[in-house]
């Protein structure tokens, strides 16, 4: 049973939040990352309950030139099924009813430590949509265990996945294509997308002793997968030596020349929608990059009232959950 007081708000967790007038002070959020991918996913309803069903054609059939009086063989495609499933990530929080009595705002307090858990689940997600693997089989396969090797006799998608030539200090750029038949988000059959966040209210809380304490409980929850539907709408580059990135390209690799590379592996860049992802290093040597190179190539405007960032018309996203630390992808 977890202790109380490590996994549950404390008088100083109040009072750590309380301005000097006595009011639920606005918390500066240090630990939010920038995450924006889960706004971009494209999200589909399982077609087979929690998981989903995609029938990809591996073969095409065989065709004959036919002289006069000539025969034809009959032939036919070939396919298989892909099945991708969700993973549930769930989270509980608890406050007890006399703390939330002694906040001069019961309800600003509670939504204070609500807004962390949203912030934390956020952050999970968009970890596993990069790096789940089997090895977690709660959670659902991520893009980095899909596109894994250099060799294309293992993988198809290996023909998407393009050497940066680093072997050490290494990160990733992601070219992604939503849509709803190429990448797209999932979930189960009759559920409800997105995070759903339910005030369960006043709920008794049983301690490992047997004794018990009043508390205002929030339940968390997001049932989420991944369906790569069509290889070809997913472009990696890997392999990416963070220490040898230099901003006039005298050394290290060319990141725009890369992602030119990379559009032009994509399959179609019309039928989807393609962003870029990447970390806050590499974003930054990529618009430093653009002021020696290709000026007009990368491109910055305001959509929404924020700043984007543009590789030939496709926006870059900063992505905190990918790593200068990934393991080298090779054959």
Request: glycine letters at 8%; aromatic letters at 6%; hydrophobic letters at 35%.
């Amino acid at each position: 049973m977890p202790t109380i007081g490590t996994n549950n708000p404390t008088l100083l967790d109040l009072q750590t939040r309380m301005d000097p007038n006595g009011k639920i002070a606005q918390i500066i959020e240090q630990l939010n990352q920038t995450n924006e991918i889960i706004q971009d996913m494209t999200m589909i309803e399982c077609n087979d309950g929690t998981s989903n069903k995609t029938t990809v054609r591996t073969g095409l059939p065989s065709t004959t030139w036919r002289m006069l009086y000539g025969g034809v063989q009959p032939s036919k495609s070939t396919t298989k099924q892909i099945t991708d499933t969700c993973g549930m990530l769930e989270a509980y929080s608890e406050v007890d009813k006399d703390l939330v009595k002694l906040s001069n705002d019961p309800v600003a307090f509670r939504a204070t430590e609500d807004s962390a858990f949203v912030e934390s689940m956020g952050q999970e997600i968009a970890r596993t949509l990069f790096y789940g693997d089997e090895t977690t089989p709660e959670k659902f396969i991520g893009l980095s265990a899909r596109f894994n090797t250099l060799d294309i006799k293992k993988a198809d998608c290996a023909k998407n996945i393009i050497d940066a030539g680093g072997t050490a200090n290494l990160a990733s750029m992601w070219l992604v294509g939503w849509g709803p038949l190429t990448v797209h988000g999932i979930y189960p059959r009759g559920s409800q997308g997105g995070l759903e966040q339910e005030d369960l209210g006043e709920v008794t809380v049983t301690k490992a002793d047997g004794s018990m304490f009043q508390a205002y409980r929030t339940h968390f929850k997001e049932n989420i997968g991944l369906s790569v539907r069509d290889w070809r709408y997913v472009v990696r580059i890997a392999n990416i030596d963070m220490k040898s990135i230099k901003e006039d390209i005298s050394a290290g690799p060319n990141l725009i020349n890369l992602m030119i590379r990379a559009e032009e592996k994509m399959q179609s860049l019309t039928g989807c929608r393609p962003v870029w992802y990447m970390n806050q290093e590499l974003r930054t040597f990529l618009r430093l990059q653009k002021n020696k190179v290709h000026g007009s190539t990368i491109t910055e405007d305001m959509e929404m009232g924020k700043m984007v960032t543009r590789a030939n018309g496709i926006p870059v996203r900063k992505i905190d959950a990918l790593l200068s630390t990934e393991s080298r992808v090779t054959a």
